[in-house]
């Protein structure tokens, strides 16, 4: 992005976990200035969330931050679900188009230390023991009043305040938001031990019986994850405010063998606990100059692993729009689709992951036929299979009906709204004296900025792929005026913030070829955001004076925030 003035005020973000270090990555990325804080001391060292989706995989990629991930991470490349004993349904993950066919399983506190290792390289460090006490804002700022750990009071003055401090969010209470939902009667257990059986250590695996859910998730070297509800344990908080009361490995024993059904052997219980499930959200999630985001603006069932997922996704679509507005790009309305685009998808993970917790636990009526009559005729159906992938992966969110979306009618590919998938290309020309060669479209683009790609013709013939692309590079092909008004009219739109990419097949016809990937049409544009998303494609031909218009109509003539 275009450098901020030096003296502009940062965004201050409260709570450093996965949400807050998402959003202060893409801040920092595009060169925002940012302040990250979180009352509590030190890391925690134990959390609720261990599964990270192909989705979040996809965008760590583009961020330079995935490989340290997928080091420690141990992949699931399948889910099961039983009842008494029987298997209902598995879901494997092998068929989504993505470098990521898996659910990569990876304890909280690791992913938060590979994360802020890479907020550190981009010179942002996180303020421990700093809370978060008082807000005032006006047309102009945010003056929150900090308390440090030494007693020390501060007023910070802030562009913007990002509230990811968790469920019981300071920033959420301080806006005197309502926090709506309902609270889950049944006790749950976790805990973390080592488990011997026969069952697949790349899969994860749910049980269903009268006496409630169970389930047990492979970590790697032995370790797995245990849950189970409806636990009625004597010594089980009631009202999970108990933070000392922990579930013993018997009764973790006890209650495999009851409802696994499948024999295996538990020991070296390292971590466990109780809690309870809440299923809550906010109606807005701004408040003038203020945003929430993460568990401070939704809590749910972890079914399906999308708590986290969901709050990573949610920062780096805010991040790169708060970036947008500190340097004068963007204004209320490109902050207002915040709330357009994330708000109907936090609403439908409440919705589903409500519905498979109570499915998993059904013990009679429709709700138990659905589960045991029911649902193995529909996992056998592969449409359905590949709606469920999607959806479980996160590859399926999509902003298809956001204002900011400009979607014109290709031949294939993905539509306007939808994730920019991965593909194989050969680079004809690019920015910063980019050589031609082949890449993959996730290492050429970077969050920092938008990214337009050019999807331009492969020649016919029988020459080998690598000099037929290359033969591209020719000067004809960069005077094409269609291209050049497509290019001027861009760069002029978003000065300074749009890296532009003239590219065609590498030659491969699999699954990641820029052709099976994005469609037939040449030459076609696709304009990618920073976050990942196409924001708008067409045909140079006809469309790129829509493309300018629409982009100078949100991100250069926009109206100042107030």
């Known amino acids: 992005m275009a450098a901020v003035n030096v003296n502009a005020l940062p965004v201050l973000i409260v709570g450093a976990g996965p949400t807050g270090l998402a959003c202060a990555m893409s801040l920092a990325r595009a060169r925002a200035p940012v302040r990250l804080i979180d009352r509590s001391p030190r890391p925690a060292a134990h959390s609720r969330a261990i599964g990270i989706q192909a989705r979040t995989l996809e965008l760590f990629e583009q961020h330079r931050l995935v490989e340290p991930i997928l080091e420690i991470g141990h992949r699931l490349r399948a889910a099961n679900l039983y009842s008494h004993g029987t298997r209902l349904a598995r879901l494997d993950f092998d068929p989504l188009h993505t470098r990521y066919p898996y659910l990569l399983c990876l304890e909280q506190p690791a992913t938060e230390r590979v994360m802020t290792e890479h907020l550190a390289a981009l010179g942002v460090q996180i303020e421990r023991g700093v809370e978060l006490v008082g807000l005032r804002q006006d047309a102009a700022q945010v003056e929150a009043q900090l308390t440090h750990a030494d007693g020390r009071q501060e007023i910070c003055r802030a562009a913007y305040v990002v509230g990811a401090d968790g469920a019981h969010s300071a920033v959420r209470h301080l806006l005197g938001l309502s926090f709506a939902g309902q609270t889950f009667e049944q006790t749950f257990v976790l805990a973390d031990l080592q488990i011997v059986s026969d069952l697949s250590d790349d899969e994860f695996h749910m049980f269903a019986s009268a006496d409630g859910l169970a389930g047990i998730i492979p970590m790697g070297a032995g370790r797995?994850?245990?849950?189970?509800?409806?636990?009625?344990?004597?010594?089980?908080?009631?009202?999970?405010?108990?933070?000392?009361?922990?579930?013993?490995?018997?009764?973790?024993?006890?209650?495999?063998?009851?409802?696994?059904?499948?024999?295996?052997?538990?020991?070296?219980?390292?971590?466990?606990?109780?809690?309870?499930?809440?299923?809550?959200?906010?109606?807005?999630?701004?408040?003038?100059?203020?945003?929430l985001a993460g568990d401070a603006a939704h809590i749910h069932s972890p079914a399906g692993a999308q708590g986290m997922n969901t709050g990573i996704q949610e920062a780096l679509n805010l991040g790169w729009k708060l970036a947008c507005a500190l340097t004068g790009r963007g204004g209320d309305a490109l902050l207002d689709t915040y709330q357009v685009e994330r708000h109907p998808i936090e609403r439908d993970v409440l919705r589903q992951t409500a519905f498979v917790t109570q499915l998993a636990e059904a013990e009679r009526g429709p709700l138990k036929l659905l589960r045991e009559r029911v649902m193995p005729v529909l996992a056998a159906f592969g449409p359905l299979r590949d709606a469920?992938?999607?959806?479980?992966?996160?590859?399926?969110?999509?902003?298809r009906r956001s204002p900011l979306t400009l979607e014109r009618v290709l031949d294939g590919g993905p539509r306007a709204g939808e994730r920019a998938?991965?593909?194989?290309?050969h680079v004809v020309d690019g920015p910063l004296g980019r050589a031609p060669g082949t890449a993959r479209l996730y290492d050429l683009h970077d969050p920092a900025y938008f990214s337009l790609f050019v999807l331009v013709e492969l020649p016919r013939g029988e020459e080998?792929?690598?000099?037929?692309?290359?033969?591209?590079?020719?000067?004809?092909?960069?005077?094409?005026?269609?291209?050049?008004?497509?290019?001027?009219?861009?760069?002029?739109?978003?000065?300074?913030?749009?890296?532009?990419?003239r590219v065609t097949d590498?030659?491969?016809?699999?699954?990641?070829?820029?052709?099976?990937?994005?469609?037939?049409?040449?030459?076609?544009?696709?304009?990618?955001?920073?976050?990942?998303?196409?924001?708008?494609?067409?045909?140079?031909?006809?469309?790129?004076?829509?493309?300018?218009?629409?982009?100078?109509?949100?991100?250069?003539?926009?109206?100042?925030?107030?």
Not at 421 to 425: E, H, Q, R
Request: aromatic share 8%.
């Open 224 to 291: 797995h994850r245990f849950i189970a509800d409806h636990v009625t344990d004597g010594a089980a908080p009631q009202d999970g405010a108990d933070d000392t009361a922990q579930p013993s490995l018997d009764l973790c024993r006890t209650i495999a063998e009851g409802r696994a059904h499948h024999p295996m052997m538990l020991s070296e219980l390292s971590w466990s606990s109780y809690f309870h499930i809440n299923s809550r959200m906010v109606e807005r999630l701004r408040a003038q100059r203020v945003f």
């Open 388 to 399: 469920a992938r999607l959806m479980v992966s996160e590859l399926a969110i999509q902003y």
């Open 421 to 425: 998938p991965d593909a194989l290309v």
């Open 464 to 501: 080998a792929a690598l000099d037929a692309a290359a033969s591209l590079a020719a000067p004809e092909i960069k005077r094409d005026p269609e291209l050049e008004r497509l290019s001027e009219g861009i760069e002029a739109a978003l000065p300074g913030v749009v890296r532009i990419w």
């Open 506 to 562: 590498a030659g491969d016809d699999d699954a990641s070829s820029l052709t099976l990937t994005y469609g037939r049409t040449r030459p076609a544009f696709y304009l990618v955001r920073p976050d990942g998303y196409i924001g708008a494609r067409g045909r140079p031909a006809s469309d790129a004076s829509a493309l300018a218009r629409h982009c100078e109509t949100w991100f250069l003539h926009a109206h100042q925030t107030g």
